[in-house]
């Protein structure tokens, strides 16, 4: 008899603590929430970095292109960085620069002139993104053999 | 039995307060399915424009000359028998490669609907080089500027690995 009315006292001895549970748990989702929202951001920050990439390294392709059209006089690195960047470039990158560099090298008989092209921006805070850079190399042709 | 009249209030306390964390719970949930898709659609539009890039630039260089019919038409000669077609119908860019006029292969790039294609062929080298471009540009000015990838342009130099023309055989009749 006495063990029942222990057992009794204990259940309806219970704290109030609903409002408490409740708050506890709501802090957790908050966290989470927290959490997830950086993570969505942190998402949408790569998004656009992976979008200024591809924009970049189409300018860069589109600049090797023109620049094996260009006659052998007049394959520079001034005349690959003088044509304007593209519009869609200069909407997307912060500060973009291109930088080209010309260098002659020896390949056998024929003369050879590696182009490196980069191009660097910043990002939305400001901070320089690693550019991206393309090689390619010319052979003069028969014709414009020096 | 002692016991605290509250329960209502709290009830009505802990529902307000579900409530609240199922509408940031539901709004985040949304956020991340409308993220995904956009992320899924980026990757794709990405990944055929690369294709594409890659397939117009080995022919371009392959080719004698870039011929353009329309906006939507492109034209590559290889040699006098193989041609290569590109065809834009909205977003979507057909390749085919005839042989002697008769289609040998055709395969299509689907870019995003929200895009549209055109083709042009500029001159360079004094008219002595031509040069293919490409342009994808989005349908409407006012698309929304988190639809990304709808802009590309894509530039290819023709007729660089490809051999000059062979001059035209000559039937010599002995003397």
């Known amino acids: ?146 | 039995m002692k016991r605290r009249g509250s329960t209502l209030l709290e009830m009505l306390t802990v529902i307000s307060l579900l409530a609240v964390v199922m509408a940031i719970g539901s709004t985040l949930l949304i956020s991340l399915m409308r993220m995904h898709k956009r992320v899924t659609s980026d990757i794709d539009q990405r990944r055929t424009l690369a294709q594409l890039a890659d397939r117009l630039r080995q022919d371009a260089h392959a080719a004698v000359k870039a011929q353009l019919p329309s906006t939507e038409r492109l034209t590559l000669p290889l040699t006098d028998q193989t041609v290569v077609e590109y065809a834009a119908a909205g977003s979507q860019i057909t390749r085919q490669v005839l042989d002697a006029g008769m289609v040998t292969h055709r395969e299509t790039f689907a870019l995003s609907p929200a895009c549209k294609v055109q083709f042009a062929v500029e001159n360079a080298d004094d008219g002595r080089r031509q040069l293919v471009r490409c342009e994808v540009s989005p349908l409407a000015e006012t698309s929304s500027p988190r639809e990304f990838a709808a802009n590309a342009n894509l530039e290819a130099a023709v007729g660089i690995s490809s051999s000059p023309p062979r001059p035209a055989r000559r039937e010599e009749t002995p003397p």
């Open chain 1, 1 to 146: 008899m006495t063990r029942q009315l222990r057992h009794h006292d204990r259940i309806h001895r219970r704290s109030g603590s609903l409002l408490t549970e409740c708050v506890l748990a709501l802090g957790v989702i908050m966290v989470a929430v927290v959490l997830l929202a950086q993570l969505m951001m942190t998402a949408a920050i790569q998004r656009r970095l992976a979008e200024q990439k591809r924009l970049a390294l189409e300018e860069v392709a589109n600049r090797l292109e023109r620049a094996a059209l260009l006659p052998w006089s007049r394959l520079t690195a001034d005349e690959i960085e003088s044509a304007p960047l593209g519009a869609p470039v200069q909407r997307a990158l912060q500060e973009p620069k291109l930088i080209a560099t010309v260098t002659d090298e020896q390949a056998g008989p024929v003369a050879a002139r590696r182009i490196d092209v980069q191009l660097a921006w910043h990002n939305a805070a400001g901070m320089a993104v690693e550019p991206v850079t393309l090689s390619a190399w010319r052979f003069a042709a028969q014709e414009e053999t020096p």
